[in-house]
């Protein structure tokens, strides 16, 4: 079905479906489990120090023999170290975030990594193409955790338009009608974190899951707009306080405080009104939780079904 498909044959995947690289969920249980069902299962590495990855890493080639990433930030304090390590261990997809990637492009591409980061504008993408990266990941403002300010369906084609490297789409995509959708945008692949996160082997805490399977359409709020770290959760106590200092005027560093830690707070420990339930917008259609293997299952099958309605529509 995509044999053809540029992303597929640049990593030597069966489909084009990235799993977001979501710091403290994105484990090697679901990373394995993305990637034996054809899909490209990506590390979340966050702030994780080199020693903790590296583990997290072989426990991840000990479930899969597919091929994965590693999500790194940039702004990571072992950034340095950890992208050592990519190296080291040969991984085959590294994505990245907050920064620019350009000083480690060359030992990358020596080691034959590929290098994809995440942009949320046109402007950002075509820096980074001109650094040498492989493709990018034009992500829109639905998506969850730390968001820009453009739409999915505004920033994708504007993104294929400026760049001659594959363009994945991410952001408010949760079922094959999404990803038909992405694909009518030229984009070459998706990436998808929400929809990962309600299946059986995602180890977030039973009550992050079931806030997320409750969720509506409007569930979801974006604080920190005034920090220039935006980040989109589920409404909850945090989320309320954390705006109301917001519009007081809080400083970033009394704003910064108040948010340490509440993502590990939630996702592990289950504390889903102090902690910070990172979460998409589509999660107002997450209602069910179901292994990978299912979910990839569906999400291609539904393809197929958006496109012949697109047909219907046509005719």
């Known amino acids: 079905m995509f044999k053809d498909n540029k992303i597929c044959q640049m990593l030597g995947i069966k ?4 799993q977001g690289g979501m710091a403290w969920l994105g484990t090697a249980e679901l990373v394995a489990a993305v990637s034996n069902a054809g899909g490209l299962g990506i590390i ?4 994780m120090p080199p020693d903790v990855l590296k583990a997290e890493i072989e ?3 000990a479930l899969t023999d597919k091929p994965f990433g590693v999500n790194i930030m940039l702004m990571s304090p072992f950034v340095k170290e950890v992208m050592q390590l990519m190296v080291d261990e040969k991984i085959p997809v590294v994505t990245t975030g907050a920064g620019n990637p350009a000083e480690y492009i060359p030992a990358m591409k020596a080691n034959g990594t590929k290098v994809i980061p995440v942009v949320a504008s ?3 993408a075509k820096r980074l193409v001109r650094t040498g990266v492989d493709a990018v ?3 829109g403002t639905e998506s969850g955790g730390h968001v820009g300010e453009l739409t999915t369906m505004a920033l994708v084609p504007q993104v294929v338009d400026a760049v001659d490297v594959p ?3 991410a952001g408010g995509i949760g079922d094959g009608r999404g990803i038909a959708a992405a694909f009518a945008l030229g984009a070459q692949a998706v990436q998808m974190g929400t929809r990962f996160v309600v299946s059986e082997e995602c180890i977030a805490h039973e009550n992050y899951k079931s806030l997320v399977l409750k969720a509506k359409d409007r569930s979801t709020v974006v604080t920190g ?6 980040s989109r959760c589920l409404q909850n106590k945090l989320t309320r306080t954390f705006l ?3 519009m007081a005027g809080a400083s970033t560093e009394e704003l910064d405080k108040l948010s340490a830690g509440t993502l590990r707070l939630a996702a592990r420990e289950g504390d889903v009104e102090r902690g910070s339930v990172m979460i998409g917008q589509i999660s107002g259609m997450m209602n069910e939780i179901k292994p990978v293997a299912d979910i990839m299952e569906e999400l291609i099958a539904g393809i197929g079904k958006a496109e012949a309605a697109i047909g219907k529509a046509c005719l």
């Open 225 to 230: 707009r005034s920090t220039g770290h935006p």
């Open 15 to 18: 489909y084009p479906v990235f």
């Open 122 to 124: 046109v402007a950002l």
């Open 59 to 61: 426990k991840t080639k």
């Open 167 to 169: 363009v994945i789409a």
């Open 137 to 139: 990941i034009a992500e």
């Open 244 to 246: 109301e200092r917001e």
């Open 44 to 47: 979340g590495a966050g702030h």
